[in-house]
């Protein structure tokens, strides 16, 4: 059974850089696209972006230019980093998995990331 | 970017009741539409993609129905685990993105 687990700081100041990764067990990260996806507290789902085992990236253009996006084949991980955050990134922070043309069908359990000096 | 209009937001019903849940696009995605079930403190769950393909695992009350702009969500009887928050996705073209949700109360 596959299962994801993200992993990173609960606390980042203003204008820093959120860092988050997630650890793909029960299963390769091989041969699929593994997306970040956030929710603030009683609030919708928004897709950060995604990216393929090769390293190839699709971001959402509302953030792309604070996203970057890696990959480590060999750790099993994938990671998210979000520049210069203000308190509107404060969310839970999940990441999933797909294929090319599909939904989410496997979710890590989420982490709240809360930004405040 | 593809908005969706998810309707009710907020739906109260009984068990054993069938309720139905509307999720509206912008433009046109044949079917690539996906249907998730949020319970609190949880992550979403994927119940039904394609439109009207059931996940495995489940339950046969759960079903989709529509293509291209008007895709629907039926519970066909109401259980008590049922009670959740239900989210439509688009997967036609990027960014991905979802409906604001229908959180579905008891009455």
């Known amino acids: 059974q596959v299962q994801l687990q993200e992993s990173g700081p609960g606390l980042v100041k203003p204008s820093e850089t959120l860092s988050l990764t997630c650890t793909v067990s029960?299963?390769?990260?091989?041969?699929?696209?593994w997306s970040w996806i956030r929710q603030p507290a009683g609030k919708g789902l928004e897709w950060i972006g995604r990216?393929?085992?090769?390293?190839?990236?699709n971001y959402n253009p509302s953030l792309k230019s604070r996203v970057t996006m890696s990959v480590d084949t060999s750790k099993n991980q994938f990671s998210l980093k979000l520049s210069s955050v203000t308190a509107a990134d404060t969310a839970v922070y999940y990441c999933?998995?797909?294929?090319?043309?599909?939904?989410?069908?496997?979710w890590g359990q989420g982490t709240l990331v809360t930004v405040s000096s | 970017v593809i908005w969706m209009t998810q309707s009710p937001s907020l739906l109260s019903a009984s068990t054993g009741d069938r309720v139905t849940i509307s999720c509206r696009m912008s433009?046109?995605?044949?079917?690539?539409l996906a249907w998730y079930q949020q319970k609190p403190g949880k992550a979403p769950e994927l119940l039904i993609y394609?439109?009207?393909t059931l996940q495995s695992g489940v339950p046969s009350r759960f079903s989709g129905s529509g293509s291209g702009t008007d895709f629907t969500l039926t519970i066909s009887c109401l259980q008590s685990e049922d009670f959740a928050t239900y989210y439509c996705?688009?997967?036609?073209?990027?960014?991905?993105?979802f409906g604001q949700g229908t959180k579905v109360e008891i009455k």
């Open positions: 990216i393929y085992t090769s390293g190839s990236t």
């Open positions: 394609a439109a009207s």
């Open positions: 999933a998995r797909s294929i090319a043309v599909a939904p989410f069908d496997y």
């Open positions: 029960g299963g390769s990260i091989s041969s699929y696209y």
């Open positions: 996705q688009q997967y036609y073209s990027f960014p991905r993105t």
């Open positions: 433009q046109g995605i044949s079917s690539y």
